[in-house]
């Protein structure tokens, strides 16, 4: 048995040190037999043999497992889990090649408590025949599970029950371990030493402060840039100046008789100079700089949107040359009409819009009437119920506190009591704590302190182990989607100098259509939502004039929107800047391709 117990405990260390997130079978059962070289080749056959079944078959034995733990297991350690996948593969895979003799010394050899509960757990007909080959059909075909692995247990029932009883009876006869007589303290005196004479402390050392890093010189001192555009800015208003007086001193000169004129207009002049005179130095040269065009910062979403635009505009660019190329007509006779029904179009969205806004507008005012007209009737009635109203209002109110009071009064009772009862009670003072003991309350995954240290310890370092994993991949990721953000960016920037240039044109298109104003619309509709607008109007006012009536509230301002005429047909767009977009598209790949 002790031959067949250290072959287990082998399985289980290789067992433990696998990570399936990390490890792969075949390499991990490599390095596992050049570990076990030194053992004899019969017992490195049986632990490489029961090692790569418990490997391979490790999502069929992890159901019962899990279901042991959580249906009869809760007292067993977790540390205990791949013994018991071990017991499962062995009884489940193994049985008739071992043969049973040979299965019941494996048993033997491993703590009887334990392997009485999972042997139990696992050959229960009930279990057998209903959720385990339904969980284990999930997996594997169900013809397979009842054929290969069901029906074997079955039928290895009678004598692995028979197991269990020898086992229980072996557990009822083994005598209890004799208690120890604990040793009694036997009292010594003390043995005390003299004390030493207390020795001169030595004087700690002056700490000696590091000394600090002298101020920068640019705290005091504006920055030599600030002084430049500063001198040109008062070299700039002096040159103003200076035009401007000579403008003044021609002035002058015209209105000044030229005998007396030159002289005064001299001697002004220089009063003039001296007053308007900078006291700066003139520099001999200045250079004007122009900031330079800072391209603005995207962000990622403006950057695939702008992006996947300019694609599309470029494509339909593309069909549409490759269709002239095969010999497609002209669109001349078809844009004629095009802007005939959009010129229809648009007198006609006009019209609907004037009509609509007249609509609105009409509402308004017979909303005004009948609000005046509600607001009356609510005044007189609110002043024949304000008495009533006040009056029930008052009677409720006193009802309503003098209920409050007594629940009040009546809770604190009850608390009253209920402090006394339990200052009546005995109380226990003292309480000892064992961490590794189980509180047994019957609850499922229930476990000691210890346990639950080392189980929280386990769990952090697995966590700490992903989130390091998922850190690597972000940063991977976000790596090439900046690759991939630069160069659409690059591409944009060329679609948008096309663009500019391809909107400066519509734009002197637009303005040169807007230039002629069209005549004023004429429609039937408009005229009579004009004339009941009017008519409206006349009577809110001479209903206001009839009463002082408060104003009504103003209506929350509307956002105006931009009415704008339909634009251009797409064949158009494409003309104005299809062709100029799809060339700026096409050197943006190219450089981008060039670059990579």
């Known amino acids: 048995m002790a031959y067949y117990g250290k072959c287990i405990e082998t399985v289980i260390e290789q067992l433990n040190k696998f990570k399936p997130e990390k490890d792969i079978p075949e390499q991990f059962l490599e390095a596992a037999s050049t570990s076990l070289q030194t053992l004899s080749p019969q017992k490195q056959a049986f632990i490489l043999e029961v090692l790569s079944g418990c490997l391979e078959y490790r999502k069929l034995l992890a159901v019962v497992v ?69 969980e284990w059909s999930l997996i594997y075909e169900t013809a397979h599970v009842s054929e290969n692995w069901i029906d074997p247990l079955m039928r290895w029932q009678p004598e692995v029950q028979e197991l269990i009883k020898q086992l229980e009876k072996v557990m009822t006869n083994q005598s209890p371990l004799p208690k120890t007589k604990a040793k009694v303290t036997e009292p010594k005196e003390f043995n005390l030493t003299v004390p030493r ?19 920068p010189r640019s705290t005091y001192h504006p920055p030599k840039e600030q002084e430049q555009l500063e001198m040109t800015r008062r070299y700039n208003r002096w040159k103003a100046e200076e035009l401007l007086l000579k403008v003044n001193i021609e002035e002058m000169r015209c209105a000044v008789p030229r005998s007396r004129g030159t002289t005064l207009v001299q001697g002004s002049e220089k009063k003039l100079q001296l007053r308007f005179m900078p006291r700066i130095l003139k520099t001999p040269k200045l250079t004007f700089y122009k900031p330079n065009n800072v391209p603005v910062k995207l962000n990622t979403a403006a950057i695939l949107r702008e992006g996947s635009l300019y694609q599309r505009q470029v494509e339909k660019e593309l069909q549409r040359v490759d269709k ?32 609509r806004r007249l609509q609105g507008k009409l509402s308004r005012e017979e909303a005004i009437l009948a ?42 009772c009850e608390l009253i009591a209920q402090h006394r009862a339990l200052e009546t009670q005995p109380m226990r003072k003292g309480k000892l704590v064992d961490l590794t003991q189980i509180p047994g309350y019957g609850l499922e995954g229930e476990m000691s302190v210890v346990e639950l240290r080392e189980r929280l310890a386990l769990l952090k370092e697995t966590q700490q182990r992903k989130e390091e994993e998922k850190r690597d991949q972000i940063i991977q990721a976000k790596r090439a989607r900046s690759q991939g953000l630069q160069n659409m960016v690059e591409q944009i920037s060329l679609c948008r100098a096309a663009m500019g240039r391809s909107a400066a044109l519509r734009w002197e298109q637009k303005k040169a259509q807007s230039a002629a104003p069209g005549p004023p619309s004429q429609d039937q509709r408009v005229l009579e939502l004009r004339r009941r607008i009017e008519e409206s109007a006349a009577e809110r006012r001479k209903q206001a004039a009839s009463g002082p009536i408060s104003a009504p509230r103003a209506p929350r301002p509307k956002p105006r929107l931009l009415r704008t005429p339909r634009a251009t047909s797409v064949l158009s767009l494409r003309n104005l800047y299809g062709g100029a977009c799809a060339s700026a598209w096409r050197s943006g790949r190219d450089a981008g391709a060039t670059r990579k």
């Open 66 to 134: 899990d279901a042991f733990y959580v249906r009869a297991g809760w007292l067993c350690r977790r540390a205990d889990y791949n013994l018991f996948e071990v017991i499962c593969y062995l009884a489940t895979f193994q049985l008739d090649e071992l043969g049973f003799q040979l299965f019941s010394d494996i048993i033997r050899s491993q703590p009887l408590d334990k392997m009485c509960k999972f042997l139990g757990f696992l050959f229960n007909p009930l279990s057998l025949c209903s959720w385990i080959k339904d």
């Open 197 to 215: 004479p207390r020795a001169i402390p030595v004087p700690e050392p002056v700490p000696v402060m590091t000394k600090p890093k002298p101020i």
């Open 324 to 355: 002239l190329v095969d010999g497609a007509g002209d669109f001349s006779e078809f844009l004629e009409w095009q802007k005939k029904m959009q010129a229809k179009d648009q007198e006609e969205a006009l019209a609907a819009g004037e009509c």
């Open 371 to 412: 609000r005046q007209l509600l607001r009356q009737g609510n005044k007189q009635k609110a002043d024949q119920k304000k008495e009533e109203e006040v009056i029930e209002e008052s009677r409720e109110l006193l009802q309503r506190t003098a209920e409050a009071a007594k629940e009040e009064q009546k809770r604190r």
